[in-house]
T-cell receptor, first 114, second 112 residues
Framework: EADIYQTPRYLVIGTGKKITLECSQT?????MYWYQQDPGMELHLIHY???????EKGDLSSESTVSRIRTEHFPLTLESARPSHTSQYLC?????????????FGQGTRLTVV | GENVEQHPSTLSVQEGDSAVIKCTYS??????FPWYKQELGKRPQLIID?????GEKKDQRIAVTLNKTAKHFSLHITETQPEDSAVYFC???????????FGKGTSLLVTP
């Protein structure tokens, strides 16, 4: 079934650790996004990509990096986790052009940094 | 980049009443304006969207209006039901059509 998958769903790690949040989509979408969201709160754009080998920074990008080597895969890396990174991270993807450009979201990764 | 403002942040209505949520955007080049509904503990899901060449779009109890000159768009929910209770986000597709920027969200509560 075509969908967008995020792993892990939940993660608890210690301060200073390096972590990678995985996001994969099987819908053939060109655009992919990472958002940070505290429960029921604003969606902050962290990074986005409009295709393979393209990445752009959003508002909260300074403490993380992304890569887009394959169309379906858009991992997010925190080089040194801090308690302020505790949040939910949502990955999304959407097609480029055409009539339907709906963005689909993954289930999210809930990160806790202790 | 694109700046999307959304009001109100919270909205409480009685079942059967109408609810209106308003958004403004800053980038005059934006041409795609979706609305997402996020229920507690779930991922955001698209409920309706509108493009800049259309002034209004309806889907059953939900409608969206767009005023490109004033750079604002609104979500209208009629005959509200308790299951409409959720957080609603507006969004605008920003510079070069690549980034989807969201408003801060409106927490809608429909009381029986």
């Amino acid at each position: 079934e075509a969908d967008i998958y995020q792993t892990p769903r939940y993660l608890v790690i210690g301060t200073g650790k390096k972590i990678t949040l995985e996001c994969s989509q099987t819908m053939g979408h060109d655009k992919m996004y990472w958002y940070q969201q505290d429960p029921g709160m604003e969606l902050h754009l962290i990074h986005y990509s409009y295709g393979v080998n393209s990445t752009e920074k959003g508002d909260l990008s300074s403490e993380s990096t992304v890569s887009r080597i394959r169309t379906e895969h858009f991992p997010l890396t925190l080089e040194s986790a801090r308690p302020s990174h505790t949040s939910q991270y949502l990955c999304a993807s959407s097609p480029t052009g055409g009539i339907n450009t709906e963005a689909f979201f993954g289930q999210g990764t809930r990160l806790t940094v202790v | 980049g694109e700046n999307v403002e959304q009001h109100p942040s919270t909205l409480s209505v009685q079942e059967g009443d109408s609810a209106v949520i308003k958004c403004t955007y800053s980038d005059s080049a934006s041409n795609y304006f979706p609305w997402y509904k996020q229920e507690l503990g779930k991922r955001p899901q698209l409920i309706i969207d509108i493009r800049s060449n259309v002034g209004e779009k309806k889907d059953q109890r939900i409608a969206v209006t767009l005023n490109k000159t004033a750079k604002h768009f609104s979500l209208h929910i009629t005959e509200t039901q308790p299951e409409d209770s959720a957080v609603y986000f507006c969004a605008a597709e920003g510079n070069s059509g690549y980034a989807l920027n969201f408003g801060k969200g409106t927490s809608l509560l429909v009381t029986p």
